[in-house]
């Protein structure tokens, strides 16, 4: 079963509008952490952000929100106000305490900013 | 502070050929792990050591694919006989935390290697 699922495999969007990447991930364990990557065509992978099971706060960096919900096992990434340099793929994904914080990557999602 | 580095950036081999990529993890990580990632999908781990021990090898294709990470500090990955649906890039992560902490992993820029 696939513990991470990004059921957009791309998005294209125009610049200065708002998109959000959806994510929805599977455990059962109670400690866990959810991540977002940015992989740029350069191929490395750039971390974005870090959240624990126990913390549901939404968190706001510059023009990226993140929305965590565990009600419906959601972690999902907005940009605001859209760039070109946005263009990348993006890759949520989960750790779990009870597997030695193995990480499970989602298929990712592939954003193109449209000048 | 320098990154993970990977080498080489490109190879392209022969089925039933072999390769090595070689990575450098940041400086003190403990832990290093190697992905694999095809096209389209999302990176698949392989294989992860702490320090030089082996954490997690379950999904390594141990018939073919053999890592090592001597002395703790770098590492390489082989392919021995390639097959064609080997073509993927490799990537190298580290962190700082033991296996079983929290902290994010430091990828590397990976290894594409096209199997002909």
């Known amino acids: 079963a696939q513990k991470v699922t990004q059921a957009q495999t791309e998005i294209s969007v125009v610049e200065k509008e708002d998109v959000t990447l959806d994510c929805v991930y599977e455990?059962?364990?109670?400690?866990?952490?959810l991540f977002w990557y940015k992989q740029p065509p350069s191929g490395e992978l750039v971390f974005l952000i870090r959240?624990?099971?126990?913390?549901?706060q939404n968190e706001i960096s510059g023009r990226y929100s993140w929305n965590f919900q565990k009600s419906t096992s959601s972690f999902n990434f907005t940009i605001t106000a859209s760039q070109v340099v946005d263009s990348a793929v993006y890759f949520c994904?989960?750790?779990?305490?009870?597997?030695?914080?193995?990480?499970?990557f989602g298929t990712g999602t592939s954003l193109t900013v449209i000048p | 502070e320098a990154g993970v580095a990977q080498s080489p950036r490109y190879k392209i081999i022969e089925k039933r050929q072999s390769v090595a990529f070689w990575c450098n993890p940041i400086?003190?990580?403990?832990?290093l792990y190697w992905y694999q990632q095809i096209l389209g999908q999302g990176p698949k781990l392989l294989i992860q050591?702490?320090?030089?021990?082996?954490?997690?090898d379950s999904q390594l294709p141990k018939d073919r694919f053999s890592a090592e990470r001597l002395k703790g500090v770098d590492s390489t990955l082989k392919i021995q006989p390639a097959k064609l649906e080997d073509s993927a890039v490799y990537l190298c992560?580290?962190?700082?935390?033991?296996?079983?902490?929290?902290?994010?992993?430091?990828f590397g820029e990976g290894s594409r290697l096209t199997v002909l």
């Open positions: 992560a580290s962190s700082p935390r033991l296996a079983g902490g929290t902290g994010e992993l430091f």
């Open positions: 455990t059962r364990d109670t400690t866990y952490y």
């Open positions: 959240r624990n099971s126990f913390d549901e």
């Open positions: 994904a989960l750790s779990e305490r009870n597997t030695g914080n193995q990480f499970y």
């Open positions: 400086s003190g990580h403990a832990t």
């Open positions: 050591f702490q320090n030089n021990g082996v954490v997690d």
